[in-house]
């Protein structure tokens, strides 16, 4: 997530399994600001961003992006969607998905001596309302995987408006983390306190994200996008002692072509 500055250059490491999946996941909410037509595509998506942990080496990213659309399945990258009967204007999806969250020891010198944060496998449904003040959804998530132990809701509001060949979609978000979630990725267990690094239990929490996304069609299957997001950590992230900013930013750039 990137309208914060990065402090130094980013070092490359081309498509490690772990960032892929949680840069995908980021740039789920950029491809399907609009219903994706019935078929495959395929692209590429460079993303930037910079994680509220101390210290982190912030990351550029290049990594391949697959999608399939159906009557009744939806794939985007590491998202499967199973999509269920419509009762009127809503429509409901059991949702499996991974994210790559999480942090290495040798991603910053402040978590040196820290276990690794492995990434999550999420389960889970949404629910979508389209109309035309603004598209409303939400998302009852919970850690598979058995790392985090964790569970998340998300509610987002959209608008999408056309100029032509492009689109522009503002867009708002409140993600609900629990407790498990929280501690895992934000908390210090008793073998990882040094002298600046006190014991820590995280607690549950609420980010705020808002975002934006310009699409263009530039042929009949060809479709470029940017989608730009800032979101405001809740206190239960901020007060971890491995976080030094309240906020995180990042910018996403692609390229999707329809088959």
Known sequence: MMLTAVTRFPRFRWLRPALVA???TLCLPAVQAQEAPPGWGAGLITGF???AYRDFDNKAMVFPLISYESSWVSLLGPRLDFKLPPVGDLSFR?????????????????????????????LGGAAMWRNPIANLSAEVLGDVS?????GMVKLQADHRFQFGATDI???????????????????????E?????????????????????????????????????VTRLG????????VDRSTEGGVRLGYMYRF
Do not use: C
């Not at 991974?98 to 001596?113: I, T, V």
């Not at 995280?202 to 479709?223: D, K, M, Y």
């Not at 206190?235 to 491995?242: A, C, F, W, Y």
């Open 22 to 24: 949680a840069a995908a």
């Open 49 to 51: 961003g910079k994680k």
């Open 94 to 122: 059991v949702r499996l998905q991974y994210a790559g969250e999480g942090y290495e020891a040798d991603d910053s010198p402040y978590l040196a001596g820290m276990d690794k944060r492995k990434g999550s496998v999420w």
């Open 146 to 150: 058995d790392h985090s132990k964790g």
């Open 169 to 191: 979609t503002p867009r708002v978000a409140a993600i609900g983390l629990n407790s498990k979630y929280v501690d895992y990725y934000y908390g210090v267990k008793g073998s």
């Open 193 to 229: 306190v040094r002298a600046d690094r006190p014991f820590h239990i995280g607690e549950s929490t609420v980010n705020v994200e808002v975002g934006l996304r310009v699409g263009h069609v530039l042929a009949q299957r060809h479709i470029m996008f940017v989608d730009m997001s």
């Open 235 to 242: 206190s239960g992230i901020t007060d971890s002692p491995l």
